[in-house]
């Protein structure tokens, strides 16, 4: 089983990164994906989660309208769309994969609804 995150990287305050996360040695398209990060120092915190088809999306308040959570299940592959990037979303970003139940749908936002995790990619926002 593994989750790959990729696509971070330095970008301007204002500018565009698009994450991906592909997942291989488990069933995909049965697993909602949950995007987190960390700052060093701090708790790793909820971003975005898409359900396993990619009817419904969650994001964390301060990325709303900024942020856009999607999926393609035929290339097992989520994506993290970052737009009007912000100093302070500077971090570690994480996907996560846990199979979709009634609880994993209410509590989204904690990581141990998440059973398989990538290694971060670094997104860094800069002038």
């Known amino acids: 089983v593994q989750l790959q995150a990729s696509g971070g990287g330095l970008v301007q305050p204002g500018g565009s990164l698009r994450l991906s996360c592909t997942g291989s040695?488990?069933?995909?398209?049965?697993?909602?994906v949950g995007w987190f990060r960390q700052v060093p120092g701090k708790e790793r915190e909820f971003v975005a989660r898409?359900?396993?088809?990619?009817?419904?999306?969650k994001y964390l308040r301060s990325v709303e309208g900024r942020f856009t959570v999607s999926r393609d299940n035929t290339k097992n592959t989520a994506y993290l769309q970052m737009n009007s990037l912000r100093i302070e979303d500077t971090a570690v970003y994480y996907c996560?994969?846990?199979?979709?139940?009634?609880?994993?749908?209410?509590?989204?936002?904690?990581?141990?609804?998440?059973?398989?995790w990538g290694q971060g990619t670094l997104v860094t926002v800069s002038s």
């Open positions: 040695g488990f069933t995909f398209d049965r697993y909602v």
């Open positions: 898409i359900t396993r088809s990619g009817s419904s999306t």
């Open positions: 996560g994969a846990g199979p979709q139940t009634a609880d994993s749908l209410v509590y989204y936002y904690r990581l141990d609804t998440y059973d398989y």
